[in-house]
């Protein structure tokens, strides 16, 4: 079973480039341009992880955190925030908002394949996380 994985970012070749990575580990990839079109995907399809670039135009990453933990039915997708810009701050406000990690750009695609890896479930195990209802 393919992992589904959320890239939200408004880089089209940062999401591109992950994209390609990504597929060839046997995720499917869907690419968001940025944190409204995202924020419509979660409440519309499950993922298995969340890619997601803190800085963007209209609604920035952690933004789009916020909103979602506002939501009375909380997300349970892993979200890895992906960002220029990190001091102890943006890492606690992300962390508090519910990222499961943040990672500075440029990051190590070892590193970040890695870590979906890990998160994403086995073939064995093939539950996506979800906004919408069970």
Do not use: W
């Amino acid at each position: 079973m393919s992992k589904n994985t959320l890239i939200i970012d408004d880089d089209e070749m940062s999401r591109g480039l992950l994209r390609m990575v990504l597929e060839y580990d046997g995720c499917h990839c869907v690419e968001a341009e940025d944190g409204a079109r995202g924020l419509s995907l979660l409440e519309s399809q499950p993922f298995d992880v969340v890619i997601l670039d803190n800085v963007m135009p209209g609604m920035t990453g952690m933004e789009l955190l916020n909103r979602l933990q506002q939501r009375p039915q909380k997300l349970t997708v892993p979200i890895i925030m992906v960002t220029g810009l990190i001091n102890a701050e943006i890492r606690e406000k992300a962390t508090r908002l519910g990222a499961y990690a943040i990672i500075e750009k440029p990051y190590d695609f070892g590193e970040l394949r890695s870590m979906v890896a890990q998160l994403c479930p086995s073939s064995s195990s093939p539950q996506s996380h979800s906004l919408l209802p069970k």
